[in-house]
């Protein structure tokens, strides 16, 4: 057996043989296909990239039809037990899971980056008070490019692992303080004696206390959200960081681009699109109502569906039992009843069966934060916090890859041809 492909151009009666690498075809070498030596070659056309490979990667493995998630081989509902967010951090900037003195140096060394440079409380201060988080969380990511010159030597390794550090000590510091600048409270300094999530809370929620002291099921229930979302392979704010990254620039400006990427409602900004509009159904007995006009396509299901998962999310069943775990301390969130209606009705309709749709990651995370205190704004950024992880670990693989290329995909270019400006164009 060849691990080749035999393609036949019926245009031109030619056969090509293409190499099979990994079970995949190089794109490129569709190029060989040609009706005659002026043509450009063949492509490949794949809009939404819905069968395109844009990179080789080792850190996540996703098998979207058995409902599988692994961090570097290990099983994301393992991790979700037994780890940490920042050894999780670890394992996937690393590849393995820290030792305890690896653990215990990188949680110092990562904490060594959690304050942020002074002027960036001015800069905050300009934000309407009404801001969308997102866009102050955006912006101020972008803004931490202008203090670190040196980020911009992006070919150093030394210098990407320490902007990488830089990121993930600071984006709680910035979350925080974007949510206590649009409550008018003051800024509280991080404590580097509290756990990244316990320090998060404290920023998050000091008021004249000496010291916070999160609820340990709070702050746990936070760390395994965190873990969760730290990395989801090639989705869309992870492509948008590679492309980004790929013209080499640093990785303050690249980390924001990808954030701007999560905004929107059909990837992390589903979270608070979720909670609008379990409140905008309100009670279990109009949630059949809601369906019907899913089903007609006058709406979207928010926090269903995927475009890997043709399973149910593993994240999403690990999050609805965190949620339970919340509840028995802030109280039951009422719209729990409404989501699980909905997921009840969903899972045996044939709509949702037919088209695989589950329930997926932002479907219940929105209920624990809500419960948490986090304002609904508030929730994308809480998804923007660990995933940075997950952009700057792929973001670093990408650097070293031998097959390191600047993002430039083709077109398929239907448009007119060539035509002249007529003199009175305006008359
Ligand atoms: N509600 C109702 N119908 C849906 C939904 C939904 N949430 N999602 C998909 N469908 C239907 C589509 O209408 C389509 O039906 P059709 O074949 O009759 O036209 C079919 O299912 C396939 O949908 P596509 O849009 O082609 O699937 P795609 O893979 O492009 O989209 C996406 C995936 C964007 C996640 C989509 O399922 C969606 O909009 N979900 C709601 C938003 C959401 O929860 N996003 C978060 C995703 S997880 C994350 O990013 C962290």
């Known amino acids: 057996m060849s691990d080749t492909l035999t393609i036949k151009d019926n245009r031109t009666g030619k056969d090509y043989e293409i190499d099979i690498v990994d079970g995949n075809i190089s794109a490129k070498d569709l190029r060989q296909i040609k009706i005659n ?18 990179c080789t990667s080792r850190i996540t493995d996703l098998h979207g039809s058995e409902g599988i998630l692994r961090y570097r081989g290990y099983p994301i509902e393992q ?3 037994k780890s940490t967010f920042l050894d999780v951090v670890y394992l996937l900037f690393n590849g393995d899971l820290p030792n305890r003195q690896e653990s215990s140096d990188w949680e110092e060394r990562l904490t060594h980056h959690t304050m942020i440079h002074e002027k960036t409380k001015s800069f905050l201060k300009g934000f309407n008070y009404d801001a969308h988080p ?12 202008t203090f670190y010159p040196d980020a911009r030597n992006v070919d150093d390794p030394d210098v990407r692992l320490l902007q990488a550090c830089r990121l993930i000590g600071k984006t709680p510091t910035i979350a925080s303080y974007a949510y206590r600048n649009s409550r008018g409270l003051p800024f509280i300094y991080p404590d580097n004696d509290l756990s990244y999530t316990g320090n998060f809370l404290n920023m998050m929620y000091r008021m004249v206390e000496p010291r916070y002291q999160a609820h340990p099921v709070l702050e746990r229930a936070l760390d395994i959200l965190f873990i969760l979302h730290a990395d989801h392979e090639q989705n869309c704010s992870t492509s948008a960081m590679r492309n980004i990254a790929s013209s080499k620039a640093d990785p303050f400006v690249s980390v924001a681009g990808a954030a701007a990427a999560l905004y929107g409602p059909s990837h992390g900004g589903a979270n608070e699109a979720v909670l609008n509009m379990l409140k905008e159904i309100g009670t279990k007995d109009k949630v059949a109502d809601y369906m019907n006009r899913c089903k007609d396509g006058e709406l979207r299901l928010m926090g269903f569906g995927h475009r890997v998962y043709k399973n149910y999310d593993p994240r999403a069943r690990i999050v609805k039992k965190v949620a339970e775990e919340v509840f028995e301390v802030t109280g039951r969130n009422p719209l729990i009843d409404v989501a699980m209606e909905l997921e009840r009705i969903a899972l045996e309709d044939d709509y949702f069966v037919s088209r695989k749709l589950y329930p997926n990651v932002d479907f219940y995370s929105g209920l624990i934060y809500e419960a948490m205190g986090f304002p609904m704004e508030a929730f994308t950024v809480l998804f923007a916090i660990p995933r940075t992880a997950g952009w700057l670990a792929q973001w670093m693989e990408q650097m070293e890859d031998p097959e390191f290329r600047i993002a430039r995909p083709r077109q398929n270019y239907q448009g007119p041809g060539e035509r002249h400006v007529p003199d009175d164009y305006k008359s």
């Open 37 to 54: 030596q002026g043509d450009f070659g063949m492509m490949s056309y794949d809009p939404g990239f819905m069968n395109t490979a844009n």
């Open 79 to 81: 991790l979700a037990e």
């Open 134 to 145: 997102m866009g102050v969380f955006i912006s101020t990511v972008a803004a931490l490019s």
